[in-house]
């Protein structure tokens, strides 16, 4: 087994982390500014209930005329939503998110958000799974959102002062009690604050939502912005406050302003020389489908009946990960020497992980355009600790299914592979490599495609005869 020696298993540097959240959110539409043109998002109305009432909120279902958040047209159970995702994913190949944005709160439905996330993470393998929530019960559920690969949560957070929050909630509910006024902002912010530090610390990116009420919280954001960047959170999304009266909120009914655009500026500047701002979002509907700012759910209206088969995944994941590719490489992907590798890495940065250990691989586009995150498969372990685990019949399936799932990849990268898995993948076409064992990712891949595109080269001249 390869070792892991003091100069090879240092810490990443910050260049390391800022290049791997950079691929990370290069296809994530919400989080990325050049990606939400060429990506594609779903969002799954499986959240009826709500655990905190906000005076900007009036959740609307099977409603098509208003586009802003907490409205949507249908509910969906899991397992239509499971179908529904297959449906959109197969007509609009350039979808790379599914995530979970209400009409509520989704950590206030944990049965139906976990059984639709879990669905989704086994159905398809290569989405990125993303939440929206408002954080009162995200302390709760940050081990089970990052154990299902949720990588990107959004948290609603207004303000740090409980006293500007009792102007902003009404009341909440936790543990079966209903708290509201200063008591309820005090809860509210300490449980957000918490879930927050918690995902970051799992390496989680969180993006922070805000809504700007005029004459309430507007003076309070650059606090929010300030703390919140101290506690990990990646990105800071400033958003109108959407206050008409014929939308039934609170805060339209009693003539509360909404902010003007010089408003909105100010306070992105002011927040922006803290952290980044988000500052292309649309404030989408809990049922959005199709590229920020182009919704398509009224196209997939019809509620799809789930599939007692559904048809194989894999050609369109594979189909989805060429496109996916030449998106993010600008069609430096397609030239013939260009090919797809996998890495096992617990966060991408590093190749760290046992191939048999590994609940995920990198998949990354190696061309002239360099090593590109394409995007995540998430897989089922073969091996548990056992060092003779690749010889264990009763993982037959799982290993089959792994194999699978790489079939279009030139390259495994891992910290080490056991005999029987080394020589399957060989015999697909695949080459393992382990030489490259906890060191970093980029470097590793580019120093092989260097090798690859060499060794091409010479299978060519040799192919037309040439010395």
């Known amino acids: 087994m390869t070792s892991c020696s003091s100069s090879a298993c240092q810490a990443p540097t910050r260049e390391m982390l800022d290049d791997l959240v950079a691929g990370k959110v290069a296809s994530h539409p919400c989080y990325s500014r050049s990606g939400h043109h060429r990506f594609a998002r779903m969002h799954l109305p499986v959240a009826p209930a709500c655990n905190l009432q906000c005076n900007y909120c009036n959740r609307k279902f099977d409603c098509s005329n208003e586009s802003r958040p907490g409205v949507s047209s249908t509910l969906l159970t899991p397992e239509q939503a499971v179908a529904k995702v297959r449906q959109v994913a197969t007509a609009i190949p350039q979808l790379s998110v ?3 944005a209400g009409p509520g709160d989704p950590l206030a439905n944990m049965h139906r958000t976990f059984s639709t996330l879990e669905r989704v993470r086994e159905a398809f393998p290569d989405l990125k799974l993303c939440l929206s929530t408002n954080g009162l019960m995200l302390p709760d559920a940050v081990d089970r959102l990052v154990a299902l690969g949720v990588d990107h949560v959004t948290v609603t957070i207004n303000t740090l002062d409980p006293d500007i929050a009792a102007q902003i909630y009404a009341w909440l509910w936790l543990e079966g009690e209903r708290y509201s006024g200063r008591e309820a902002g005090e809860i509210l912010v ?26 309430i919280n507007d003076q309070a954001l650059p606090d929010v912005s300030q703390l919140l960047q101290a506690s990990g959170a990646f990105i800071h999304n400033i958003m109108p406050l959407i206050a008409r009266p014929e939308h039934g909120t609170v805060f339209g009914l ?6 003007d655009a010089a408003m909105i500026a100010a306070v992105r500047q002011r927040c922006g020389e803290i952290m980044p701002q988000m500052t292309h979002c649309h404030q989408c509907r809990a049922d959005a489908i199709g590229m920020l700012g182009e919704d398509r759910s009224q196209q997939f209206a019809r509620i799809p009946e789930p599939e007692p088969s559904p048809q194989p995944w894999l050609p369109v994941l594979f189909q989805r990960a060429r496109l996916h590719a030449s998106i993010a490489t600008q069609g430096e992907s397609d030239d013939e020497d260009a090919c797809l590798v996998a890495v096992a890495s617990q966060r991408g940065d590093v190749i760290d992980s046992h191939f048999g250990h590994a609940d995920r691989f990198y998949i990354y586009s190696l061309s002239a355009a360099g090593v590109v995150l394409v995007n995540q498969r998430f897989t089922p372990k073969y091996c548990h600790g056992n060092d003779n685990c690749d010889t264990e019949q009763d993982n037959e399936e799982r290993m089959t299914a792994i194999f699978d799932l790489l079939a279009d990849v030139q390259a495994v990268f891992c910290v080490r592979m056991g005999y029987t898995p080394w020589q399957k993948l060989e015999a697909l076409g695949i080459q393992p490599c ?24 010479s299978s060519d001249r040799r192919n037309k005869g040439v010395a």
Do not use: C, F, H, M
């Open 190 to 215: 300490a449980r957000q604050l918490e879930g927050v530090r918690r995902l970051t610390a799992k390496g989680v990116l969180v993006k922070i939502n805000s809504v700007l009420i005029p004459g």
């Open 254 to 259: 009693n003539g509360q302003a909404e902010p």
């Open 98 to 100: 599914v995530g979970i």
């Open 434 to 457: 382990v030489d490259d064992a906890w060191q970093p990712v980029t470097a590793a891949l580019t120093r092989w495609w260097q090798d690859y595109r060499t060794r091409i080269a």
